[in-house]
């Protein structure tokens, strides 16, 4: 049972450009949503998070907007760079609990 | 300080044969994570360790794979049989503490082949 979708599969974009990408879940149990950020050859590392509480959250040029009654969250990236051609993956997880289940990831192409 | 180390990075098998892959935790963290990512998905739960106890073997695919933990320290990821469905990098992850939001920190990952 796939419990995240994460759209699109790949995105390119200019330099400078907005980068969006989003996912949908299904377990309203779900308290806690991260996204990681992964290179070729390095394990994901986390980029940013979120908890329902809040509809927005913002770091540096990374923000997350999370719609609780859609159950929808997405990661914009703002004036993209060539630095951040990377896979995004969303993922979610009940606090309490330990595993986080991933989205199937977005290969995210800056071009400059 | 260190961060989690994974061993080998590579590993090519023939189908039928053994497998161990090494997980090395941040130092102090006491929750340890197994995960398998597939060419082009996304990853995969597999099993986690509170201490050297594995309360969630839920991910686990099948009786051939088990897992353990020496006390809040190293962790060895056992595949018996290998099967070419089986080929996937294995990443280990590890936090100071299993609930609340963590940080799940990643290692590099093992590429494993099976032929």
């Known amino acids: 049972q796939q419990q995240v979708k994460q759209s699109p599969q790949s995105l390119i974009v200019q330099k400078g450009g907005i980068s969006i990408i989003n996912c949908a879940y299904e377990?309203?149990?779900?308290?806690?949503f991260p996204w990681y950020q992964q290179f070729p050859g390095k394990g994901p590392a986390l980029l940013i998070a979120i908890r329902p509480d809040v509809s927005e959250k913002k770091e540096g040029r990374f923000t997350i907007s999370f719609n609780k009654s859609a159950k929808q969250f997405s990661l914009h990236i703002m004036d993209s760079q060539p630095g951040d051609s990377a896979t995004y993956f969303c993922?979610?997880?009940?606090?309490?609990?330990?595993?986080?289940?991933f989205g199937q990831g977005t290969i995210l192409t800056v071009h400059p | 300080g260190a961060g989690v180390s994974q061993s080998p990075s590579n590993k090519v098998t023939e189908k039928g044969k053994d497998v161990e892959l090494r997980c090395d935790p941040i130092s102090g963290h006491t929750a340890l994570y197994w995960y398998r990512q597939r060419l082009g998905q996304g990853l995969e739960f597999l099993i986690y360790?509170?201490?050297?106890?594995?309360?969630?073997k839920s991910g686990l695919p099948s009786d051939r794979f088990s897992a353990e933990r020496t006390g809040e320290s190293v962790s060895t990821l056992t595949i018996q049989r290998t099967q070419q469905e089986d080929s996937a990098v294995y990443l280990c992850a590890s936090s100071l503490a299993r609930g609340g939001t963590d940080t799940q920190y990643f290692g590099p990952g093992t590429r494993l082949t099976v032929l």
């Open positions: 360790f509170q201490g050297n106890s594995a309360p969630d």
């Open positions: 993922a979610a997880k009940i606090a309490s609990y330990g595993k986080l289940t």
């Open positions: 377990n309203t149990a779900f308290d806690y």
